[in-house]
T-cell receptor, first 111, second 114 residues
């Protein structure tokens, strides 16, 4: 699976949009971009994933650049409960391969 | 989204005893389940992949005789830490992969070996 690069940490004001970047310049054509988050002492929570089109669900939006070498996860109105470590992972959507977790971005939402 | 449960959520045991952790997919069938562990201030590390009805595949450095995995049905996988020692104290997390391919994680089991 392609390697991803994320900032170590970010701060965001409560109520504002949180934009978390991810670089995956070696992504292959059949690899998806997945985003998960892990709130302290809990298992990772699935947020969203996409292949090449932008995606939106009730939690977040995923913007993938046209060349697919980077993406941005957007939390439109961050709350204190969004404070977590956010992981951007690239993986094929088929088969039986596990997801490989990097260090992620520690997002701190400030009141 | 799909729900994965783990039991117990935390366990304290004496050194030398065995501990079994259950992982269940509650509303979908999981052909494949994964076991991870996470030490403090570190990311998740894959331990093994279990496929229903077949032997688990272990990652390099993970002792298969120490971490026994059984995936007896499409909704249940168990991890047994045999002869646990203090260095096995960790946060153990399972995940289940549904037919659509997305991986869903359990809430984790915190193990403390005294």
């Amino acid at each position: 699976d392609a390697k991803t690069t994320q900032p170590t940490s970010m701060d965001c004001a409560e109520g504002r949009a949180a934009n978390l970047p991810c670089n995956h310049s070696t992504i292959s054509g059949n690899e998806y971009v997945y985003w998960y988050r892990q709130i302290h002492s809990q298992g990772p929570q699935y947020i969203i994933h996409g292949l090449k089109n932008n995606e939106t669900n009730e939690m977040a939006s995923l913007i993938i650049t046209e060349d697919r070498k980077s993406s941005t996860l957007i939390l439109p109105h961050a709350t204190l409960r969004d404070t977590a470590v956010y992981y951007c992972i690239v993986s094929r959507d088929t088969g039986r391969r596990a997801l490989t977790f990097g260090s992620g971005t520690r997002l701190q939402v400030q009141p | 989204g799909a729900v994965v449960s783990q039991h117990p959520s935390w366990v304290i045991c004496k050194s030398g005893t065995s501990v079994k952790i259950e992982c269940r997919s509650l509303d979908f069938q999981a052909t494949t389940m994964f076991w991870y562990r996470q030490f403090p201030k570190q990311s998740l590390m894959l331990m093994a992949t279990s496929n229903e009805g077949s032997k688990a595949t272990y990652e390099q450095g993970v002792e298969k005789d120490k971490f026994l995995i059984n995936h007896a049905s499409l909704t249940l996988s168990t991890l047994t830490v045999t002869s646990a020692h203090p260095e096995d104290s960790s946060f153990y997390i399972c995940s289940a992969r549904g037919a659509a391919g997305t991986q869903y994680f359990g809430p984790g089991t915190r193990l403390l070996v005294l």
